[in-house]
């Protein structure tokens, strides 16, 4: 049975997948721009990230080896966070958020990588620091299949969808809906995959149009996650027969760009390690458009829906209610974000959870239910060719979290006893500005 009852706790998972949804997002690293001697708004609508245009889509598949053949450059960059948060209920804080480090670039003309390390403000002035994002990836490009251009290659990465070169599936944008479930290819989930496990994929793009990717994963050691940094409450289980499927159609008419595509996930999971397992298969599928026009409007639209369906080990009993033997989840997000000349912004995201209602798994409401939105608006003023420098760049936003639904309920979330506070959806809002400098 959940901890209904225990209000803190609740209140301390919900900020978690807050600063864990806000904070880690992919944006764009001045290595690359001092690399290709292109502009970070070249390869992102926003000229800070994280929606890759289709050359940053196809920098992204090349291993990220492209170079303007000026020299060798260093593969560093930084990025701070300095963040202001005010809840609907609790106190504001002004923090130095987080503190990133990524190694990022080309060895060689077929070895380029993806690396972020990231320090995260974890309260009374201490950081935990920890090993984010990997993709390490090996390429054989300018290749013909009969006369269509083809590409090949081969990605060791720590999260499945992360090495999506479309850049919509929710490891990659941290557009995942938060609750008390989700599906595996969600971040946001309680014990997710994203960056707890290590994976090959090999992939290949066939008329610049088509992509197809496979792969397997496991799950990281406990103590491994542990030494990286992780709290072991997220461990994801021991897996077992995990396959991984991304297929992908791309379109790009140069002022405006379209995709379509699915994923699947599949896997054996023990929970704890020494437990059941369950047989976990994901399903999902992706539509995206972008207009490019000439840069100065740019409207990129994108809609993820995910279904996980579930077969239990083990169906436990409580207060003589046995739990389900099977169920589903489901994920979807919707967003929309608009661009004007690459530095002024405004993105908007619905994003939705739902579960077969469970009283054992989920509590007296019986239902995972939670429906919340993220709403952004942002500058730029850098990253540009026009920008007075291309070494570096900064983004101050403004962001609105808010929740309409949770558990189920549309009020009194947590089943407040007779005398209490109760809690609405609304009381876990948060609104918080972000100042990021990356060089």
Known sequence: ?????????????????????????????????????????DCHAGSYGPALTPYGMR???????????KGR???LS???TESHSAPARGDSSTNLSEGDLYIAGRLTDQFGGYVKIEADHSGHNTYNTRLSNIDLRFVAKELKIGEKDALFGVTVNNSPGFTDPVAVLPAFTRYGPPGVTGTLLNPSSPNNLANRVIGASVYGLYDSNWYGEVGTYRSLPSSTQDHLGYNLNGDPGRLSDTGYLRLAYMKDMKRQFFSAGVVALTTKRQLPRSGSTDDLKDLGYDLTYQYLGNREHIVQVAYVNI????????????????????GNVHDQVASVAYTFKQAYGISIAHMKST???DVVRYGPSGSPDTTSNLITVFWTPFGRDESYTSIANLKLALNWYRYTRFNGRDSDIFFAPPGGRPTDPADLNTFYITASIAF
């Open 73 to 75: 450059k260093i593969p």
């Open 78 to 80: 930084m990025q701070l």
């Open 59 to 69: 920098f992204k598949l090349g291993g990220y080896t492209d170079t303007d053949g």
């Open 355 to 357: 579960g077969s209602n």
């Open 307 to 326: 279904l996980e369906k579930r077969d239990y080990g083990s169906a436990p009993v409580v207060g003589g209610i046995a739990a389900r033997d099977n």
């Open 1 to 41: 049975m959940l901890p209904f009852g225990k209000l803190p706790f609740w209140c301390g998972l919900t900020a978690f997948l807050l600063l864990f949804f806000a904070s880690t997002s992919v944006q764009a690293i001045p290595a690359y721009a001092r690399q290709t001697g292109a502009a970070c708004a």
